[in-house]
């Protein structure tokens, strides 16, 4: 079994920056699939940003440019550094990995983007 926990969400006015990361319980060496999607109320979970491999990344087309996916195998840890946010970016977001097979989740964290 292995835990994931996000921090970082929290308030934050358009325009503003969030860093949000997330802990895995044992080590993310070799771990080919990290991810942090988000859900907007009433609507599906979405695919924000993945590594595919230990340096490859991919963005969802809304936040190319702003969002930018990174990790740190020596910490356990991978992270979310949000610029430029909008409203639409309102969501919680979830960590995601994808260990020996096994998918795992954390248990989300609130960003919200408001004046």
């Known amino acids: 079994q292995v835990q994931l926990v996000e921090s970082g969400g929290g308030l934050v006015q358009p325009g503003g920056s969030l860093r949000l990361s997330c802990v895995a319980s044992?080590?993310?060496?070799?771990?080919?699939?990290l991810a942090w999607y988000r859900q907007a109320p009433g609507k599906q979970r979405e695919l924000v940003a993945y590594?595919?491999?230990?340096?490859?990344?991919a963005y969802a087309d809304s936040v190319k440019g702003r969002f930018t996916i990174s990790r740190d195998n020596t910490k356990n840890t991978v992270s979310l550094q949000m610029n430029s946010l909008r409203p639409d970016d309102t969501a919680v977001y979830y960590c995601?990995?994808?260990?020996?097979?096994?998918?795992?989740w954390g248990q989300g964290t609130q960003v919200t983007v408001s004046s």
């Open positions: 590594f595919t491999g230990s340096t490859n990344t």
């Open positions: 995601n990995a994808l260990f020996l097979g096994e998918n795992y």
């Open positions: 044992r080590a993310i060496v070799g771990v080919n699939f």
